[in-house]
């Protein structure tokens, strides 16, 4: 048979079973057949088999497990699409409530919070017989704080500084953070982590989805790198 005669016999059988081989605007694009071509052909396959050699029960089970499966899958991916969604929703939220907050982030430098105080965490890796902070200017380099802790187990530490004086609070002052310990050979510096005030914030695009955030003298960061909100 000429492949001419082989289309007309394909287009008579899509003609009987009301499948236009023409594009169709709501299908262009996808080069599939829907649920009810599917069940068409599937119907006229039964009909117009060989009676002496009829389709196999297997390969029938086969084919509709196989479009069961196409069709799940759409229906899952159209359930992710949604949750995608409310996710993009959530970071947005998870952003704007973070203005105005603290973020406890690694460094050294950090200013009085919008109570005059200081906050900041030593995480000891083993016990310590004396930890001390010492806090100064970090423009002028001046002395203007010790706080003494003394022996400290193995963990999270916190230390605060409630007593600024007021000169330091109105200018809101950089201060640099230097701790030492001794874990008993003799006294070395740890870096310690600052709470910083979280200047905006804001949701990654691209490749990066994440909540991005400004933290004051830090810049800006992801937020799966912060320790702690206060």
Wanted: proline share 4%; hydrophobic share 40%.
């Amino acid at each position: 048979m000429s492949s001419v005669d082989s289309t007309a016999a394909q287009n008579a059988l899509f003609e009987k079973l009301g499948i236009s081989r023409g594009i169709d605007p709501e299908r262009a694009g996808n080069g599939a057949l829907g649920q009810s071509d599917f069940l068409k052909l599937m119907t006229t396959q039964l009909q117009n088999q060989d009676p002496f050699e009829p389709m196999d029960n297997g390969d029938f089970i086969a084919q509709m497990a196989q479009f069961s499966t196409v069709t799940g899958i759409t229906e899952v991916n159209e359930s992710l699409t949604g949750i995608s969604g409310k996710f993009d929703q959530g970071r947005i939220a998870t952003a704007a409530n973070l203005l105005g907050h603290s973020v406890l982030v690694p460094g050294n430098i950090s200013r009085p919070d919008e109570d005059g105080e200081l906050h900041g965490v030593l995480d000891l890796p083993q016990a310590s017989s004396m930890a001390k902070i010492v806090i100064t200017d970090a423009d002028t380099n001046e002395e203007l704080k010790v706080i003494e802790l003394g022996a400290q187990g193995t963990g999270l530490v916190g230390f605060a500084w409630k007593d600024i004086p007021a000169d330091i609070i109105e200018m809101k002052k950089r201060l640099k953070i230097d701790a030492t310990i001794d874990f008993g050979n003799g006294p070395e510096q740890l870096n310690p982590s600052v709470y910083a005030r979280v200047l905006s914030a804001s949701v990654g695009s691209g490749e990066s989805e994440n909540v991005l955030l400004d933290v004051e003298d830090f810049g800006e960061m992801d937020v799966d790198k912060a320790i702690n909100f206060r």
